[in-house]
């Protein structure tokens, strides 16, 4: 696991500049093929050999290594696919879809392994990844209309960023010239334009980085989303399985608490597919991190199993409320030509840092016990919201309806 996500971490950023520049569902397409083989070639290599661990470290990086690309393209596609009123809801499926998999995906694999051993869990799941391929490539991709295309916001991106990012904003990613028209990516100019000026990846990346920064809505935006995460993967991973077994819960227990965390987390998601659109959506975000700390915290104290069920339900809807708002909002915030790199910064943050708490989590628990612990990690995550309920252009900051 450790090995699977250095790369990720590392890399995470560079995979932002190569969706923006080829375009998201190529991205994605190549990198579903990766992943396909690379398990087909485990599965087979555990059914004739007895090889050790050496393979899962290998397929740990070649893993590591294509989420580094895939979760970039995967968050800059929705815009490709639907239009920005449509955001939120795509992004409540997106969530109701996860929910799905994690719920179905460990008896499926447990199963396999019953049945065949390791060789046929790895089996199952390059089969799974083969057949996401054909509906990948079957989705229909579409050019986002004037309407579509986000404000970037008074202070956003300059003049020279947007000549560095070679076609400013709202160009369509893929082409030659990263956001160049056709045109200008063969070489060629409209009448009385200038010659588009070809950028490099590091520049690239760079007027990405600016971006964000001068955003008005993203920048806090990803601070609020940083702090939340860090706050939060702490507690509901290690911290959850120490204090059960302190508490004496047991597995089945765990089970349970983690089961109301899930049903919390999957009705958040379905009330945005359903509605599409929440009003005061930054608002409502910053409100929904606070109340979400105040629920982390109050885990370390509930007297029993069912009360733990019941704040880690609330636990769920909450943090499951504010993580699609959040999601749906910087969809909906970033230009469709940066949003490879806008979606590679958060992920970075959730997939790159976050996981860093575990260890220290699990360190402070031992040196201070559970109570202590979980109260820090709450109140970190509800830092989180205060920035969201600080800053009034985040605070304002609405769904398109």
């Known amino acids: 696991m450790a090995v699977s996500a250095v790369p990720r ?31 087909l070639s485990v599965a087979a290599l555990l059914f004739l050999t007895s090889p050790g661990l050496w393979p899962l470290a290998l397929l740990a990086v070649v893993f590591g290594t294509v989420d580094a690309v895939f979760m970039p393209a995967v968050g800059a596609l929705p815009a490709r696919v639907t239009t920005r009123d449509q955001l939120a809801r795509v992004q409540g499926m997106r969530g109701l879809a996860i929910r799905f998999a994690g719920v179905v995906g460990g008896p499926l694999g447990g ?13 199952l799941a390059g089969l799974l990844i083969a057949v996401s391929v054909p509906l990948l490539i079957s989705v229909r991709m579409r050019e986002p209309a004037v309407d579509d295309k986000a404000e970037a916001g008074a202070g956003g991106a300059d003049a020279g960023d947007a000549g560095e990012s070679a076609g400013g904003r709202g160009a369509a990613p893929g082409a030659a010239v990263l956001g160049a028209p056709d045109s200008e990516a063969r070489g060629t100019t409209a009448p009385g334009k200038a010659p588009a000026r070809a950028t490099t990846p590091l520049g690239d990346l760079r007027a990405g980085l600016r971006y964000i920064r001068a955003h008005r809505v993203l920048a806090p935006l990803m601070l609020a989303i940083a702090l939340g995460d860090l706050g939060f993967v702490g507690p509901l991973n290690v911290g959850l399985t120490l204090l059960a077994d302190e508490r004496g819960w ?13 049903v919390g987390a999957g009705a958040a998601a379905l009330l945005l ?26 885990l370390a104290f509930v007297p029993g199993v069912l009360a733990a069920v019941g704040v880690a339900l609330l636990v769920g809807l909450l943090a499951g ?21 806008v979606t590679a910064v958060s992920s970075l943050v959730s997939l790159g840092f976050a996981p860093l708490s575990m260890p220290l989590s699990a360190a402070a628990i031992g040196a201070w016990g559970t109570g202590p612990v979980f109260v820090g990690s709450a109140a970190v995550c509800g830092l989180g919201g205060v920035v969201a309920l600080c800053v009034r252009d985040l605070r304002r900051a609405e769904l398109p309806g």
Not at 111 to 123: E, R, T
Request: glycine share 22%; aromatic share 6%.
């Open 321 to 341: 409320l504010s993580g699609a708002l959040c999601g749906a909002l910087l969809q909906t915030q970033a230009d469709p030509a940066y949003l490879g790199r």
């Open 111 to 123: 199963l396999a392994v019953a049945l065949g051993g390791a060789a046929a869990a790895f089996g």
């Open 273 to 298: 597919t359903v509605r599409g659109r929440l009003p005061h959506a930054g608002h409502v975000a910053g409100w929904a991190i606070l109340a979400g700390s105040v629920a982390i915290g109050a």
């Open 9 to 39: 971490a590392l890399l995470m950023l560079g995979g932002g500049v190569i969706a923006d520049r080829f375009g998201p569902r190529r991205v994605v397409i190549g990198s579903d093929l990766v992943r396909c083989a690379a398990g």
């Open 250 to 262: 047991g597995a089945s227990g765990m089970g349970w608490v983690l089961s109301g965390f899930g």
